[in-house]
């Protein structure tokens, strides 16, 4: 890999786009190692990611607009469908992803985190949706996800006037769930990270499932996918260790993802 860093800590596996130079911007070569490194994410043992940029600067810059600037209506079409698909997975990914935002996210970027269960931000961190200004819809999902994080008032006033947002404002509307000053941001991401991987992995999972498909339906559906994958659990080792341990007073032995 050139431009993807993969590294796993314990039960947390760290992916680092690395393409400083660039401001980690997406060109279509990062967009295909950064799915290479999702098929290749170890399942049974890696319970938690966290996704971030290399440098100081910047998490990730947008897409990159040199590549972009020359493309044809179906080129443009081609592209936005590499970087949804890539997203895409990331948003379905089994376990959960924690986006670490160090710096600029902006286009691309702000698409990305959104991809992310959770966002968390360092205090230098500058959200926004820039694609207006320069002839372009936002085509990695933007116009999709940031209204149903953010709402759809602030959503399309972010995205019609093109605006960025620092990170009290992010935290401020709901984008991300905290900020850090910056050199706090990578050991919050990994504290948060652990304390989702020492819970039972299938049923995190599960509830990852039961939030994404039921926001899709209506609630009727919805609590039919919870009461599934509920009773999904009840399949589980770690379930039955879960609760005896619990009516024994005392702590889980080790949930074992099984």
């Not at 609590?223 to 005392?250: N, P």
């Amino acid at each position: 890999m050139e431009f993807i860093n993969y590294e796993v800590e314990g039960m947390v596996g760290v992916i680092t786009i690395n393409r400083p130079k660039a401001l980690n911007a997406l060109n279509s070569q990062v967009l295909e190692e950064l799915d290479q490194t999702l098929d290749a994410v170890d399942l049974d043992n890696v319970r938690a990611l966290i996704l971030t940029g290399a440098g100081e600067k910047s998490f990730v810059a947008g897409a990159d607009i040199g590549e972009m600037s020359t493309l044809t209506k179906a080129e443009g079409e081609a592209f936005g469908k590499k970087g949804n698909d890539v997203f895409r997975k990331l948003e379905t990914f089994p376990i959960p992803v924690i986006a670490a935002v160090n710096g600029f996210a902006l286009g691309g970027g702000c698409e990305i985190s959104m991809s992310c269960d959770i966002r968390i931000c360092s205090e230098n961190a500058v959200f926004g949706q820039p694609e207006v200004g320069l002839g372009i819809t936002p085509g990695f999902g933007g116009t999709q996800r940031l209204a149903r994080i953010v709402g759809v008032g602030m959503a399309k006033q972010m995205i019609y006037s093109a605006r960025n947002i620092k990170a009290d404002e992010a935290y401020r509307i709901g984008l991300v769930n905290a900020v850090y000053p910056l050199e706090e941001l990578m050991p919050a991401a990994q504290k948060l990270a652990a304390s989702i991987a020492k819970n039972a992995p299938i049923a995190v999972r599960n509830c990852k499932k039961a939030i994404n498909d039921g926001l899709q339906v209506n609630m009727d559906e919805a609590i039919v996918i919870e009461e599934k994958l509920f009773g999904d659990c009840f399949e589980s080792y770690d379930q039955k260790e879960g609760m005896t341990a619990f009516l024994e007073k005392r702590k889980v032995e080790a949930f074992l993802n099984k």
